[in-house]
T-cell receptor, first 111, second 114 residues
Framework: QQKVQQSPESLSVPEGGMASLNCTSS?????YFWWYRQHSGEGPKALM?????GDKKEGRFTAHLNKASLHVSLHIRDSQPSDSALYFC???????????FGTGTKLQVVP | NAGVIQTPRHKVTGKGQEATLWCEPI?????VFWYRQTIVQGLEFLTY????????DSGMPKERFSAQMPNQSHSTLKIQSTQPQDSAVYLC????????????FGAGTRLSVL
């Protein structure tokens, strides 16, 4: 079964530090990737999408995709306590199908 | 824009009862998705619609779950004869259904089956 695995399960970083989250897919046919984050009591909210190999930067967030190694990562610089949340990687086979979500990484930013 | 609206936010049912969950997608979005979230299984895909037509229900438990989208402004997820293992947060999301197929989620309905 096609799966999306995330690591680490949980992560604690100091305020102002860099958080690095990882995601590996089991199927080379996954072509489209997203990062979402979910605060307690809310639905997931999209942070960014990445469809091509390389880096994509949006503000303090940078995603990196390497389709050959089936790996996508998210780096958060200058982490803030408000970044504390559950982060999900999602992947789809093509733009018109549903997204498969990873297992999630719980990020805690400590003041 | 109020975002995706899900009602009710919380629902408690007894074992064997029926539960109906409602979703109002963002106006202008053509795709609607249903997911289920539990601690153990994480975020699981259930079903989705495009332009009100059912496209893929491969994640739906076949016997007791059904979903409909009678018009472009709302979708329902119905669970018959609810069981304790159905307890979860049910999330609805909509998207513009373009290449940039970003999902916009509602806050979810927490279903508790006693």
């Amino acid at each position: 079964q096609q799966k999306v695995q995330q690591s680490p399960e949980s992560l604690s970083v100091p305020e102002g530090g860099m958080a690095s989250l990882n995601c590996t897919s089991s199927d080379r046919n996954f072509q489209y990737f997203w990062w979402y984050r979910q605060h307690s009591g809310e639905g997931p909210k999209a942070l960014m999408s990445i469809f091509s190999d390389g880096d994509k930067k949006e503000g303090r967030f940078t995603a990196h995709l390497n389709k050959a190694s089936l790996h996508v990562s998210l780096h958060i610089r200058d982490s803030q306590p408000s970044d504390s949340a559950l982060y999900f990687c999602a992947a789809s086979l093509n733009s018109g199908t549903y997204q498969r979500f990873g297992t999630g990484t719980k990020l805690q930013v400590v003041p | 824009n109020a975002g995706v609206i899900q009602t009710p936010r919380h629902k408690v049912t007894g074992k064997g009862q029926e539960a109906t969950l409602w979703c109002e997608p963002i106006s202008g979005h053509s795709a609607v998705f249903w997911y289920r979230q539990t601690i153990v299984q994480g975020l699981e895909f259930l079903t989705y619609f495009r332009n009100q037509a059912p496209i893929d229900d491969s994640g739906m438990p076949k016997e007791r779950f059904s979903a409909q989208m009678p018009n472009q402004s709302h979708s329902t997820l119905k669970i018959q004869s609810t069981q304790p293992q159905d307890s979860a947060v049910y999330l609805c999301a909509s998207s513009l259904d373009l290449l940039e197929n970003t999902l916009y989620f509602g806050a979810g309905t927490r279903l508790s089956v006693l």
